[in-house]
Each structure stands twice: as C-alpha cells, then as structure tokens.
C-alpha cells in the first residue's frame, strides 16, 4: 500500500557496477512479496517525499534477515525491518522517492538480498514525476470553472473487464479559494469514479484529479466516448464538464501453449477486403467469411464499424468447432469522395485474439 510519510530514511550507496544475472527474480525466493511492483502513479514535485511499502513474509523455512539493499539512484532511499525474522513472519520495506529531479516517467530498482542466499528479490517502484511548471498558465492551458488542465479530453486508453483502469490528471488551481470534490456525484455514469489528491487543493497549487473506470461496469465492448459531469465544492459549488475515451476488451487469462487448439479460435477469410472502384450513389455489400478453427464454441460477442455508413448482417453469433458463417458488410459511400477505408472489429470468446478488426477499402468516384 502506498503511503505518504515523513521520516528519516536510511541514504544508500549506489553501484555503477553491472549487476550479474543471478540477480533477476527467481522462482523459489525465500521472501514471499505482497507485491513487487507499486506504481505511484503521478507525482508533484512540491508535495515532497513519496513513500511506498513492500511487505513480505519469510517463507524460508528457517529464520533470516535482511543483509543489504541496492537501490540504482540516489533519489531512492530506503529503510526497512532489520531485526531476525522467523520463519513465516513477517516484514516490512519502506522505500522514498525524492521527486527533486528532472521530470517525466521514472522507473526505480530495489534489490535486496537477505542472509545465506546468493540471490537476489527485485523491486520495482515507478511513476510520473511531474515538476512544477515556471508558468503555471501556460502550461495548464485548458481552463474549467477556475482550475486549469493540460488536455481537453480524458484518454483511459484500453480498459480490460477483470480491474479498473485507473487515469490521473494534475491540474492547477487558479481558484482564489481552495476546492474539493462534491461527496454526490449524481452525473457520474455508474462505471466512473472520481477522487482528488490531496482532498482540498488549496488555492494557487496543484493537485491530482483520479479516473477509474470499470470496463465491466460498462456492461459492453469497444470504443466509448462519455459526457461526464464532475461536481466541485469551493466558493461556491460548479461542475466540470469531460469527455472521456475509452476502448473497452473482454479480459481473458494468458493460455498456455498446450491448449492453443483446444479453445475458441476466430478466422477471418479477410483481413483486407477492396471493394476497388465504386459509384458514391450506391451502396454495395460484400460477404465475409468467419469460422472456428478451435475446438470448443466460439460465442461472437459484438461486430462494430467506426463509421455509421456500414451495417452488419450476422447470421448467428455462435459457431461449433469447425464450423463457419458469412457476415454481410454493406457500406454506403454517399457523400464521400477518394479513397476510403472502414474498419470492422470483432468481439468473440478466442483467447488469443478477443478483438480482430479488419479493414473494407475503396476508392469512390
């Protein structure tokens, strides 16, 4: 768990040695980690020190303790549980970032090594560091009800079905007066949450506005754009109005070598379908090929065009091992000149490739 604390941390040394290769993870690792990676997500340099922990358990079998740790910058420090630890205990790495340094996205190792084994844990602590701008208008240039942001828009990027996507924002408060977020949300579309970092943003200083969203909240798949509403309590209480983008996936765990052909297997017949010259006063319909070359069920979830001059006829939206359909693609080119190109997603149950697009061109007179 991420923690912002003040305390005295231990300063280490740090090699410009290479390391040799029996210091990468290995599988039987006598410290059990509650998690080795922690992202701290954005970080303002004038809010200081940022603490995260590493907890761990001794799955030894005997007792131990911690030797040494090696961190590969001078801005990493850390402190951590010193005292023998029996077997199954458990412990405790504190690690501190110094965002004091040039800005931009960071990735720190820790290593540690304990007593009586050559091997080493990696630790890895990442981030954005964001330095506080010599202009604070220029470079927070999209103004909302007093508060200053870099982009017009929120990308999420691809969300996935089995966890949130989490997206920060710093912005700057111009506001006279500090600000914090409204505890109703009421124009908050169930799969988006909103938080702010630290809670009240006083006024003249910057802070983090926090998406999450739920991919499966959202209930459905592919590309969504939201029109959401964000209610801040300052002087007085405004919305702020986002648009927010998101690509939305199925998650589907990694299979394993062994049973590729054993599961649900899409092919397309094309990939690239070239409709060649067309009259832009005439639609035209062209049949595609999809079969299951797997060997359980294939359940197509979803068919999507990015552009509402194609409609999709399927036939049926579950095909048996071995088995096959044609999708009906018509595309209207009214209105449109030159060369033209359509993509065309599919949504199924393959594990190995949930979503396939693939791409309707032409060249319209």
Known sequence: ???????????????????????????????????????????????????????????????????????????????????????????????????????????????????????????????????????????????????????????????????????QMDFFNFRDYPIQLSQIQEALPDHIQVKLSPAVVTAKSRGILEIVYHGEAQGDLGFFEDEIQITVLSDEKQSIDFRVIANVYEYFAPTPITEIDQVPRLQIQEMEVDLAKINSNMPISRMITLHNKGQQELLIRKVTANCDCVSISLPTDRLLPGEQTDITVTFDPKDRKGLDHKAITIFTNDPIQPAQTFIVKSRIN
């Open 1 to 167: 768990m991420m923690k912002y604390l003040a305390l005295a941390p231990v300063i280490l040394c740090f090699w410009t040695v290479s390391l040799p290769a029996y210091c990468q993870d290995i599988a039987h690792s006598l410290l059990e980690w509650e998690s080795k990676s922690i992202n701290l997500g954005s970080v303002l340099e004038e809010q200081g020190n940022v603490t995260a922990q590493y907890a761990f358990t001794n799955r030894s079998g005997r007792s131990l303790f911690i030797e040494e740790i090696m961190t590969d910058c001078g801005c990493t420090t850390a402190d951590y549980t010193r005292d023998t630890l029996a077997n199954e205990e458990m412990g405790q790495i504190t690690v501190v970032f110094d965002p004091r340094s040039r800005g931009g996205a960071f990735s720190k190792s820790i290593l540690v090594k304990v007593n009586d084994d050559p091997n080493l844990d990696t630790l890895v602590l990442e981030g954005f560091n964001v330095p506080f701008p010599a202009d604070a208008a220029k470079a927070y240039p999209i103004e909302k009800a007093g508060l200053g942001f870099r982009l017009p828009v929120i990308h999420m990027g691809n969300v996935f079905s089995n966890e949130p996507k989490v997206k």
